[in-house]
């Protein structure tokens, strides 16, 4: 086994199983099963009873998906690790093991469309309210906050807004008024962005995206990072007593996650396991096509606002090189003239696919104004940054050439 201070990728292709594989299989197999037998009635009560560690039912836990637990372990540095059904899975399951009904939660409104949906509607609904607030402006979030507000939750680059937060004065803040914080870092992968380092307690990714390799499944990780022991956790009390610092994935895994019944399937723990393996290296070239694409879009006379925070002249600039080394993602905005225009570009593309998902291996577009963000008022989409005039670009890994070639001519 190596160890562990080699790079991400080394790291990545070196997990080591749990146990050793009767057939040295060198990928993970799929454990597509429901059940696990044990050699004795003795066993099979220790193994309930919580007095040794063993798979027994696959909503619970399964091999497959426990080796992708520990590579994101192993990729994050974190302390524990939690694979789910979706990325909504695994804020939803977060949320509703940390906060109870009449407590609150602040966050900004610039959320991904589904996550503002959860945090609009749903948690209201179950008596957990959530405090909107500019999360540019971190002093407003004092303003806000009582002694029922648990969690400061973020994303770390917002899409499609793309504005990058300053995560030191948000972890502060938080400390401060006695916040969690939680981040989802679905937009910068583990290889550019480390969590732990932040002082951010609980990270969460859609594994949907840059981790299953290429748009391959969908799935979530929750990661406890390891900077809060949970001593002073009021709702994890229960847990801590027998637990100690893993009460939070305890909780998780004896209530929340194993209640609601939102498991990933071994074949897609497979999947995103062998996404791992290559993912910084997809990240390196969608970054290069990206950067290069901001340029080319920069001289065209009629594209109008680009966005990108990793490029020179971003607003966001310094913060993308301090906190995700000048990667804050693969995503890019751009604006034409109207709304025909921007559906008329899109009908012309031949390379670069028309629809929504991001960090796929192939560039995709999508007019947010007409599709994502359709069932939300005009008003409101405007004061959420989406503009009728605007497209978003995931940047694939195709080679860079055919994606200008496709560009320039649609734009004609
Ligand atoms: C896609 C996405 C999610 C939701 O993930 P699913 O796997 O689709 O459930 C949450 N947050 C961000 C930032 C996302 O991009």
Same mark, same amino acid.
């Given at each position: 086994m190596v160890e562990n201070d080699k790079g991400f990728t080394t790291k990545m292709l070196t997990t080591a199983f749990l146990?050793?594989?009767?057939?040295?299989?060198?990928?993970?197999?799929?454990?597509?099963?429901?059940?696990?037998? !044990?050699?004795?009635?003795?066993?099979?009560?220790?193994?309930?009873?919580?007095?040794?560690?063993?798979?027994?039912?696959?909503?619970?836990?399964?091999?497959?998906v426990e080796y992708l637990e520990r590579k994101i372990i192993s990729a994050t540095g974190g302390r524990a690790a939690l694979a789910l059904?979706?990325?909504?899975?695994a804020? %939803?399951?977060t949320? @509703?093991?940390?906060?109870?009904?009449?407590?609150?939660?602040?966050?900004?409104?610039?959320?991904?469309? #589904?996550?503002?949906?959860? !945090?609009?509607?749903?948690?209201?609904?179950?008596? @957990?309210?959530?405090?909107?607030?500019?999360?540019?402006?971190?002093?407003?979030?004092?303003?806000?906050?009582?002694?029922?507000?648990?969690?400061? !939750?973020f994303e770390t680059v917002?899409?499609?807004?793309?504005?990058?937060?300053?995560i030191p004065?948000l972890v502060?803040?938080a400390r401060?008024?006695?916040?969690l914080v939680v981040a989802d870092s679905t937009l910068t992968p583990p290889n550019v962005f480390n969590a732990k380092s932040f002082g951010i307690d609980i990270e969460l990714m859609s594994s949907?995206k840059f981790i299953?390799?290429?748009?391959?499944? +969908?799935g979530g990780v929750i990661v406890d990072t390891g900077n809060n022991s949970w001593?002073?956790?009021? @709702?994890?009390?229960?847990?801590?007593?027998?637990k100690k610092e893993m009460a939070f994935i305890a909780?998780l895994?004896?209530?929340?996650?194993?209640?609601?019944?939102?498991?990933?399937?071994?074949?897609?723990a497979?999947?995103q396991s062998?996404g791992l393996d290559i993912l910084a290296?997809?990240v390196e070239?969608?970054? =290069?096509?990206?950067?290069?694409?901001?340029?080319?879009?920069?001289?065209?006379? /009629? +594209?109008?606002?680009?966005?990108?925070?990793?490029?020179?002249?971003?607003?966001?600039?310094?913060?993308?090189?301090n906190q995700f080394g000048g990667v804050p993602g693969?995503?890019? =905005?751009?604006?034409?003239?109207?709304?025909?225009?921007?559906?008329?570009?899109?009908?012309?593309?031949?390379?670069?696919?028309?629809? =929504?998902?991001?960090?796929?291996?192939?560039?995709?577009?999508?007019?947010?104004? %007409?599709?994502?963000?359709?069932?939300?008022?005009?008003?409101?989409?405007?004061?959420?940054?989406? #503009?009728?005039?605007?497209?978003?670009?995931? +940047?694939?890994?195709?080679?860079?050439? /055919?994606?200008?070639? /496709?560009?320039?001519?649609?734009?004609?």
């Amino acid at each position: 086994m190596v160890e562990n201070d080699k790079g991400f990728t080394t790291k990545m292709l070196t997990t080591a199983f749990l146990k050793e594989d009767p057939f040295n299989s060198l990928n993970m197999p799929v454990y597509e099963t429901v059940a696990f037998e !044990f050699d004795s009635a003795e066993d099979i009560a220790e193994a309930f009873q919580d007095k040794k560690a063993a798979h027994a039912y696959s909503r619970s836990s399964n091999p497959t998906v426990e080796y992708l637990e520990r590579k994101i372990i192993s990729a994050t540095g974190g302390r524990a690790a939690l694979a789910l059904s979706s990325g909504m899975a695994a804020i %939803s399951n977060t949320i @509703i093991a940390l906060v109870k009904p009449g407590e609150n939660i602040i966050s900004s409104p610039n959320l991904f469309g #589904h996550t503002y949906g959860l !945090f609009s509607k749903t948690l209201p609904d179950l008596g @957990i309210e959530v405090r909107f607030a500019d999360l540019l402006n971190p002093a407003g979030i004092e303003k806000i906050c009582d002694e029922k507000t648990k969690m400061l !939750f973020f994303e770390t680059v917002t899409n499609p807004q793309l504005e990058v937060v300053n995560i030191p004065e948000l972890v502060k803040i938080a400390r401060k008024n006695d916040m969690l914080v939680v981040a989802d870092s679905t937009l910068t992968p583990p290889n550019v962005f480390n969590a732990k380092s932040f002082g951010i307690d609980i990270e969460l990714m859609s594994s949907t995206k840059f981790i299953s390799g290429g748009a391959t499944s +969908v799935g979530g990780v929750i990661v406890d990072t390891g900077n809060n022991s949970w001593e002073s956790s009021e @709702i994890l009390s229960n847990f801590y007593e027998k637990k100690k610092e893993m009460a939070f994935i305890a909780k998780l895994r004896k209530e929340v996650f194993r209640h609601l019944g939102n498991c990933m399937s071994p074949r897609t723990a497979q999947l995103q396991s062998m996404g791992l393996d290559i993912l910084a290296l997809r990240v390196e070239r969608s970054f =290069t096509n990206c950067l290069n694409l901001t340029e080319h879009l920069t001289g065209h006379p /009629d +594209v109008k606002k680009i966005k990108y925070p990793g490029m020179p002249g971003s607003e966001f600039y310094d913060l993308s090189k301090n906190q995700f080394g000048g990667v804050p993602g693969t995503i890019l =905005t751009f604006d034409l003239e109207s709304e025909k225009a921007c559906f008329s570009f899109m009908n012309k593309l031949q390379v670069i696919r028309r629809a =929504t998902n991001m960090n796929d291996n192939k560039s995709l577009i999508i007019h947010p104004w %007409s599709t994502i963000y359709f069932e939300y008022s005009e008003a409101l989409r405007l004061e959420m940054g989406v #503009h009728e005039t605007m497209l978003r670009l995931s +940047v694939g890994i195709e080679d860079i050439d /055919d994606l200008i070639e /496709d560009i320039d001519l649609a734009l004609k």
